[in-house]
């Protein structure tokens, strides 16, 4: 089974968060952080790098992760919507039938506020790009498979 890591690069404008996904193919015995991390761009001002969820699509394995570099939204970074979490109608089936990507960023930034409150290293990295922490004031802060 194949391992595909997508990476969501977090930044804000006028208070609002935005996000720009990446995604890349786990090659051999490379560890998604390394991976994740890579699509980032190994940049010097990388400030978080968090694992936020996985889910099985199209055959294979997805790992999300969340990332935070100097906060300035790039090339592509598309604004996140109020959107809700993905889940599944029934309850002997954990998967949602389809996870459109402002799902699976909501769920991303919810973590991200998560750990602002609950992470003193994250809260820390966090507070050092105040556009990015205000963004996330408005995210119910959460782990993965919480649902509020």
Same mark, same amino acid.
């Given at each position: 089974?194949?391992?595909?890591?997508e990476?969501?690069?977090?930044?804000?404008?006028?208070?609002?968060l935005?996000?720009?996904p990446?995604g890349?193919?786990?090659?051999?015995d490379?560890? @998604? /952080?390394?991976? $994740?991390?890579?699509? =980032?761009?190994?940049?010097?001002? !990388?400030?978080?790098l968090?694992?936020?969820?996985?889910?099985?699509?199209e055959g294979?394995?997805?790992?999300t992760?969340?990332a935070?570099?100097?906060?300035?939204?790039?090339p592509?970074a598309?604004?996140?919507?109020?959107?809700?979490?993905?889940?599944?109608?029934?309850p002997r089936?954990?998967?949602?039938?389809?996870?459109? @990507? /402002?799902a699976v $960023?909501?769920?991303a =930034?919810?973590?991200l506020?998560? !750990?602002r409150?609950?992470?003193?290293?994250?809260g820390?990295?966090?507070?050092?790009?105040?556009?990015?922490?205000?963004?996330?004031?408005i995210?119910?802060?959460?782990p993965?498979?919480v649902?509020?």
């Amino acid at each position: 089974m194949s391992v595909c890591v997508e990476l969501l690069v977090f930044s804000a404008r006028d208070g609002a968060l935005h996000y720009t996904p990446h995604g890349a193919q786990v090659i051999g015995d490379r560890h @998604p /952080d390394a991976v $994740a991390a890579a699509l =980032a761009g190994n940049p010097p001002d !990388l400030t978080v790098l968090h694992s936020t969820s996985w889910r099985y699509a199209e055959g294979r394995v997805v790992l999300t992760y969340a990332a935070v570099l100097d906060g300035t939204p790039g090339p592509g970074a598309r604004e996140l919507p109020e959107h809700g979490i993905a889940r599944s109608p029934d309850p002997r089936r954990p998967s949602p039938p389809q996870v459109c @990507p /402002d799902a699976v $960023a909501t769920h991303a =930034a919810r973590h991200l506020a998560w !750990l602002r409150e609950t992470d003193p290293v994250a809260g820390a990295a966090l507070a050092a790009i105040p556009s990015v922490w205000n963004a996330l004031d408005i995210h119910i802060p959460a782990p993965a498979g919480v649902i509020a």
